[in-house]
Nanobody, 121 residues
Framework: VQLQASGGGLVQAGGSLRLSCAFS????????MGWFRQTPGKERESVAI????????KYADSVRGRFTISRDNAKEMIYLQMNSLNSGDTATYYCAADHKFADPPNGADYWGRGTQVTVSS
C-alpha cells in the first residue's frame, strides 16, 4: 500500500485547509482510512478515521465539529476538511490505512509521508 498526502501549508488562525490522500497498491474499499497527527516530542495521535465496512467515522474530541473526514472509493482518495483552525492544530499530519483500526485507534498498518500544517496566531 502506498499513501500520498498533500494539502498542508501555512494558514492563519480561524482559517481552513483541506488535506488529500491518494491510496494505491491494494483494494481501497477494504481498508479503514484515517488521519493522524504528531508534534515534536509527542506521540502520534488519531485525528479522524473512517471505516470501510459501514462508513463509521470517529473524531478526536479536539477536532470534532471542526474537521470532516471523507472518502471517495471511486477515486481511492480520502480527505480531511479542517475548519476553524487554531494553533493547537499545528502538526505533521499523516494519512493512514489499516485493515481495521483499533478502538480507539493507536496505530496503522500503513503510513504515508507527513504533510505539515502550521497555524499562525
Amino acid at each position: 500500500v502506498q499513501l500520498q498526502a498533500s494539502g498542508g501549508g501555512l494558514v492563519q488562525a480561524g482559517g481552513s485547509l483541506r488535506l488529500s490522500c491518494a491510496f494505491s497498491g491494494r483494494t481501497f474499499g477494504t481498508y479503514d482510512m484515517g488521519w493522524f497527527r504528531q508534534t515534536p516530542g509527542k506521540e502520534r495521535e488519531s485525528v479522524a478515521i473512517i471505516r470501510w465496512r459501514d462508513g463509521t467515522i470517529k473524531y478526536a474530541d479536539s477536532v470534532r465539529g471542526r474537521f470532516t473526514i471523507s472518502r471517495d472509493n471511486a477515486k481511492e482518495m480520502i480527505y480531511l476538511q479542517m475548519n476553524s483552525l487554531n494553533s493547537g492544530d499545528t502538526a505533521t499530519y499523516y494519512c493512514a490505512a489499516d485493515h481495521k483500526f483499533a478502538d480507539p485507534p493507536n496505530g496503522a498498518d500503513y503510513w504515508g509521508r507527513g504533510t505539515q500544517v502550521t497555524v499562525s496566531s
